[in-house]
């Protein structure tokens, strides 16, 4: 009969991430830490660097990028400010669901609530339903939350199916989005002093690196920078440029490249783009 005592099961992690529990960024937080990790809903993206910062929480989940409206500039602009690593990263399809309090039906319905990001992109449900009225609300699940607990009979709200769980919510039609290819991508952020996670092993693609810099304003400038990568057959993907604070019409460049530092040819790449820069900072490597 065997002794070997059994392995105590490691404590969740904690996650911050904005909004109501239910939202999108807590299903990102579920798939990229499991359904079991425990987590602080935060009102603005700052509280949750915040929390991160002051080890209220273990990590923190950040949209950075949706497929329909471009980037999250402001948390771009957090990356810079807050000395954080982005671990990994995670893709979330946005379904949106006409979600109401239990007993309500379609037909009752007057009122719908939901951020209005996510109304604007269901209008094609309002334009087949010109009786519903679009209420702005500050949150997709805070929505949901709100029309459950006041018990509202002719309100519904958009949101996902997640929240619809949450909160106790009837899911009345599904899948009401005007784009399927509704993507926003999302990392997960953590402390330089915090040991790895692992992450890893469904990953089935290789890696990325992203980093910011900055240049000289001067002509050719930017052209050089970015040889450092073409000259070693290294694949950018995503390049977005940010206002500099403090200095009028110049920028930073926040960049996206498939290869991990641990590669010699990209450590020889960002020591050349290191010579051409007045400031570089790797954000993070992670699998893609």
Not at 57 to 72: F, K, M, Q, R, Y
Not at 135 to 145: H, I, M, W
Not at 213 to 234: E, H, K
């Amino acid at each position: 009969m065997s002794t070997r005592k059994k392995q105590p099961t490691p404590p969740a992690l904690r996650a911050a991430f904005q909004g109501e529990p239910g939202a999108f960024s807590h299903q990102a937080a579920m798939d990229l830490l499991g359904p079991a990790v425990v987590v602080l809903p935060c009102t603005r993206f700052e509280d949750l660097f915040v929390a991160l910062r002051d080890s209220q929480v273990d990590a923190a989940v950040v949209p950075i990028e949706n497929t329909l409206h471009g980037s999250v500039h402001e948390n771009y602009d957090h990356l810079l400010h807050y000395d954080f690593r982005i671990v990994a990263e995670t893709n979330v399809r946005i379904v949106h669901n006409l979600i109401a309090a239990p007993g309500v039906r379609f037909k009752d319905l007057k009122r719908v609530f939901s951020h209005p990001v996510a109304i604007n992109q269901c209008l094609d449900f309002f334009a087949a339903n010109p009786q519903i009225q679009r209420e702005p609300f500050y949150d997709t699940a805070g929505s949901v939350k709100m029309v459950v607990h006041e018990n509202l009979r002719d309100a519904a709200a958009i949101a996902s199916a997640v929240s619809a769980d949450i909160y106790g919510a009837k899911i009345l039609k599904r899948s009401i989005e005007d784009d399927r290819q509704n993507i926003t991508r999302f990392f997960l952020l953590r402390r330089p002093d915090q040991p790895a996670l692992a992450l890893d092993e469904h990953a089935k693609k290789g890696w990325k690196t992203s980093l910011v810099f900055t240049v000289r304003n001067q002509p050719g400038s930017l052209f050089r920078a970015l040889s450092a990568f073409a000259l070693r057959d290294l694949s950018v993907i995503r390049i977005e440029s940010r206002p500099l604070r403090g200095r009028p019409w110049e920028y930073l460049f926040y960049l996206d490249l498939i290869g991990s530092t641990a590669e010699e040819r990209v450590q020889r790449a960002l020591a050349h783009l290191q010579e051409l820069a007045d400031m570089l900072r790797v954000l993070g490597c992670y699998r893609a």
